[in-house]
């Protein structure tokens, strides 16, 4: 009688499908991306450590406050506890203004009442390794290091007041590269074969190098399996990051922040 009732239990364990997104080797996703956005960068060529004022790009041009761009996210399951996961995104923003007072940009002063243009661009790319700390039949926690890149430009164009009084079109533009290295956790629950419920933490905060700051990169979301190999995610991102950067091509900081919704349609295999 015991014996018939340990076979059962054991062709019971057997029965239980997990799902896909438990146990599949690779999951990517692609999709759209769909923010509010809070854009404010300083430039200052000759003070070091010296940030005067920030100009708000996205209220100082009347820049949109919603910004629809691709995003692209990829898992891979190298093996049966470590992951290697990748995101990216880009935006880019232009817009004009009639400047209400004058704005100090890069040693560079844009008078008020003339019109200038400006814009930023901000490319983020995340790589991450992470291993598995708890997995079971309809759950997975893991937590890891990795690395955002961010590629940031900004520019202002329009008429300045030269050192000598005199007044000429000018256009400064800033760009850097920054690596900042994080530690994330990710939390899965799978209720059933074809739905599940994800949540994603990265953190950064301290100071390497010409970089130094906080980054904060949220994201929990609903996946819906439609088929054995597709299906649709989606998810509400939050992300913020306030960087400050001592280098000779642009001594000064960012701070942004991206917030919104993202939909996206996945294969995994």
Not at 91 to 118: C, H, M, P, R, Y
Not at 142 to 157: K, P, R, T, Y
Not at 176 to 200: C, H, M, Q, R
Not at 237 to 250: A, H, N, R, S
């Amino acid at each position: 009688m015991i014996g018939m009732m340990t076979n059962q239990f054991l062709l019971a364990q057997d029965d239980i499908i997990k799902n896909s997104i438990l146990t599949d080797k690779f999951i990517i996703h692609a999709g759209i991306f769909n923010p509010i956005k809070k854009v404010n960068v300083q430039a200052d060529g000759n003070i070091p450590d010296v940030f005067e004022e920030e100009v708000a790009f996205d209220e100082k041009f009347g820049l949109s406050d919603f910004e629809t761009t691709f995003t692209l996210n990829f898992t891979w399951r190298f093996s049966k506890k470590w992951q290697l996961k990748a995101e990216y995104f880009d935006i880019t923003n232009v817009g004009n203004a009639l400047l209400t007072d004058d704005v100090e940009w890069n040693d560079l002063v844009f008078q008020e009442g003339s019109f200038v243009k400006g814009g930023f661009g901000i490319s983020l790319y995340k790589i991450f390794i992470g291993r598995i700390i708890s997995t079971g039949d309809k759950h997975e926690l893991g937590g890891g290091l990795g690395v955002h890149i961010l590629d940031v430009n900004a520019f202002l164009e329009g008429k300045v007041l030269l050192s000598d009084n005199q007044i000429n079109f000018k256009k400064s533009k800033v760009s850097v590269v920054a690596p900042l290295p994080n530690i994330g956790v990710w939390y899965i629950y799978a209720p059933t074969e074809k739905l599940s419920f994800d949540a994603s933490v990265d953190w950064f905060g301290i100071k390497i190098g010409d970089f130094g700051g906080g980054l904060w990169n949220v994201s929990p979301g609903i996946n819906y399996q439609f088929f054995k190999n597709f299906g649709l995610s989606v998810h509400y991102k939050f992300y913020k990051v306030d960087v400050d950067v001592d280098k000779d091509k642009w001594n000064g900081n960012f701070n942004m922040s991206f917030s919104g919704p993202t939909a996206t349609l996945y294969g995994n295999f």
